[in-house]
């Protein structure tokens, strides 16, 4: 474009705008970029590159991960010995990368078990025939077999973490704490009021720091389990520390989405 048609910056921000509508109408998305610490020129570049994007992704044909690998054969895991099971997980994982697929578990998984899923379940999930440049495909073994205790224990990681963060609003315990919360003596609580409770006990102090759970056990059925678990945590009164340790007991229901959640507390401090 010469100097004589070169656009303005107010042409170059009225597209954008345009541009961020049009997406929103077409996908629904919600474009945000970093306003004025941006130049106009540059935003344009990169929601022209959204765009480009979006419309390979809609395009874009799926298949099986079998027929994107057309020729790949892999040994049958009856002709692998024990011992061989994980060279083999190597040479199948580098096949995968191939195609810009990455696949990894988030917990130990027996080889002979992984090595079936990624040459046998996996390859039925579909992807897409053409690998955009830079794109890569994502699977977590989990996703597709779920792991209680590793989920448990993920959720009182989360529940630690929100439950002596100042910063974190009601709302956020919301997404922990089950339907049914239950006192221990059996009576349901409900969440509206377990929340408040947990809230209210997080502001009777001005800080809380060195907060830790160590995991003893995790027992559960595939509805319902107790964490018992050591913790740790410094609060502070009007400026003075209180050490709070020892045993603590979560209780944890899967809600009706299959989540686990939070359903009873009894820790040093909190007991509900």
Known sequence: MSKKNKKTVDEIQFDNEFLKLKMQAETGAQIKTFGDKLPPEIENIFL???MNFEQQFRCAKRITIRELFGSETFISYRKITKENFANEIKNVLTVY???NINVDCCAEVDNKV?????????????????QTKGWTTNFIY?????????DISDLLRHFVYDLFDKNTENMDFKMHVHTNFTRNNG????????TDKIYNFRNAFDKIVDAK???????NTKLKGTINANIYYKAY????PLIM???????????KNGYWNISGINMPGLVI
């Not at 009576?187 to 377990?194: D, E, R």
């Not at 009164?237 to 003075?240: H, I, L, T």
């Open 213 to 219: 759970a160590d995991i003893i056990s995790i027992e």
């Open 237 to 240: 009164v009007n400026k003075k």
């Open 142 to 150: 989990e996703e597709f077999h779920p792991n209680d205790k590793l």
């Open 245 to 255: 340790e020892g045993n603590a007991t979560f209780k944890v229901r899967k809600d």
């Open 187 to 194: 009576v349901i609580l409900g969440k509206p009021i377990a």
């Open 97 to 99: 990368n191939k195609y």
């Open 114 to 130: 992984f090595y079936r899923f990624l040459t046998e379940e996996l390859l039925e999930n579909e992807t897409y025939e053409k």
């Open 48 to 50: 022209k590159n959204i």
